[in-house]
């Protein structure tokens, strides 16, 4: 299909790790992306990977790129009550260069519990 | 740092009325974009700009035009605003090559 597609929930204790997952349609995509939305706030963009990668680890963030079965993942390590927000990941398709657009899923709700 | 800014974070205007909705952009972007978020169908892109005084259409640019006088500002126009545009609106803009997209804070605009 068309979409990307998240889980819509997640719900975590403080000083878990929490993982979120995203499925993409396009294998020719360049990057892709993940944004975290605090309530009432625009995306602010965590992190990214180019499409020849399979991980990248910045602090606590780890993304790992499934590329054979268009699988992204978001792995927060001792996550935080600060964490709980709205995590979409996206897919950058068509264009090339400077051009192209995101394609972005619904969206997972991350609940933190003390 | 990036700053995207949006000129209003709410809205409240009467149906028929003509909206415009403004963003501007600190760091010479050449890429800029409108979406729109609803509950439950996630961000979709109303329209999009590649340099000043150009515009493609994304997914859903009916009701919806554009303006891209500058490089730092890219404009939202409801020509007749009707209820069923009452939605945050986010605008952002690009970094060159494989950078993402920097958004604004959002406006909430309601039509009554």
């Known amino acids: 299909g068309e979409d990307v597609e998240q889980s819509l929930f997640l719900s975590v204790r403080e000083g878990d790790s929490s993982v979120i997952n995203c499925t993409y349609t396009d294998s020719s995509s360049t990057y892709l992306y993940w944004y975290k939305q605090e309530p009432g706030a625009g995306l602010q963009l965590l992190t990214y990977i180019f499409s020849n990668m399979d991980m990248k680890q910045d602090q606590r963030l780890t993304v790992l790129l499934n590329k054979k079965d268009k699988h992204l993942s978001l792995r927060i390590a001792d996550t935080q009550t600060g964490d709980s927000a709205i995590y979409f990941c996206a897919e950058r398709r068509g264009g090339s260069g400077n051009t192209g657009k995101l394609i972005f899923g619904q969206g997972t709700t991350l609940q933190v519990k003390p | 740092d990036v700053k995207v800014t949006q000129s209003s974070r709410y809205l409240v205007k009467r149906t028929g009325e003509k909206v415009f909705l403004e963003c501007v952009q600190d760091?010479?972007?050449?890429?800029m974009f409108w979406y729109r978020q609803d509950p439950g169908l996630g961000l979709r892109l109303i329209y999009f700009?590649?340099?000043?005084?150009?515009?493609e259409k994304g997914d859903i640019p009916e009701g919806y035009s554009v303006s891209r006088e500058k490089k730092e500002r890219f404009s939202l126009i409801l020509e007749s605003a009707s209820t069923n545009q009452t939605s945050m609106y986010l605008c952002?803009?690009?970094?060159?090559?494989?950078?993402?997209?920097?958004f604004g804070p959002g406006t909430r605009l309601t039509v009554l």
């Open positions: 952002a803009s690009r970094a060159p090559a494989g950078g993402g997209q920097y």
């Open positions: 760091m010479d972007h050449e890429n």
């Open positions: 700009s590649y340099d000043v005084k150009m515009k």
